[in-house]
């Protein structure tokens, strides 16, 4: 058989959501027979010609954007509207899918951003793979543990609005957004 092709598609505004698509690129890359490659949205809402290839050509993929206002970035919506061409052909239909976000808050309604993630790829014909981790929601449960948001439809992350890239997402995020990239890797070898 040969190996699942994971793509993470993700367009970053402050280095935040760059990181996480990072780490969730690790976590897909550290299953065995998995190809994962990251493609960038650019600051004008922009993929090259060999993100598109490797988009078309991809098993699953983890769709990513920080949530401003309560939804995507305007360059992951410029990005979906040009995703039309492929939809018209269902050229992505019966692809895997799951999605990430990360915010200043602690809630900042992420949930809309990933309900957002999730109807682009339901478009697409895609099949939604959520995150499959229980939540850290104990008492003594800090960012540093697995799932501290208590995401399950899928990763979400927070960055304080006053922490760089290099501060933030923290260790929990990151190691959960490992194991989200590994879950949709390893989703892929079982679909394909």
């Given at each position: 058989m040969s190996n699942v092709k994971v793509v993470v598609v993700y367009f970053s505004g402050y280095g935040h959501t760059r990181?996480?698509?990072e780490a969730?690129?690790?976590g897909a890359q550290g299953v065995a027979g998995t190809e994962a490659s990251l493609v960038e949205i650019n600051a004008a809402g922009d993929v090259t010609d060999e993100g598109w290839e490797l988009l078309n050509q991809a098993d699953a993929?983890?769709?990513g954007s920080p949530t401003y206002m309560?939804?995507?970035a305007w360059q992951f919506k410029k990005f979906a509207d040009a995703s039309s061409k492929m939809w018209a052909a269902s050229a992505w239909k019966d692809k895997l899918a799951g999605g990430f976000t990360n915010s200043g808050s602690l809630n900042g309604d992420k949930h809309s951003t990933i309900a957002y993630l999730m109807t682009f790829a339901m478009q697409h014909g895609m099949v939604w793979v959520g995150t499959g981790l229980m939540p850290a929601n104990k008492k003594d449960s800090t960012p540093a543990d697995i799932n501290h948001l208590g995401a399950f439809s899928g990763l979400m992350a927070q960055s304080p609005a006053d922490a760089s890239a290099e501060e933030a997402p923290r260790s929990g995020?990151?190691?959960t957004a490992k194991l989200y990239g590994a879950r949709l890797a390893e989703a892929a070898k079982?679909?394909?």
């Open positions: 990181k996480l698509a969730v690129l690790a993929m983890l769709l309560g939804t995507v995020d990151l190691a079982r679909w394909k």
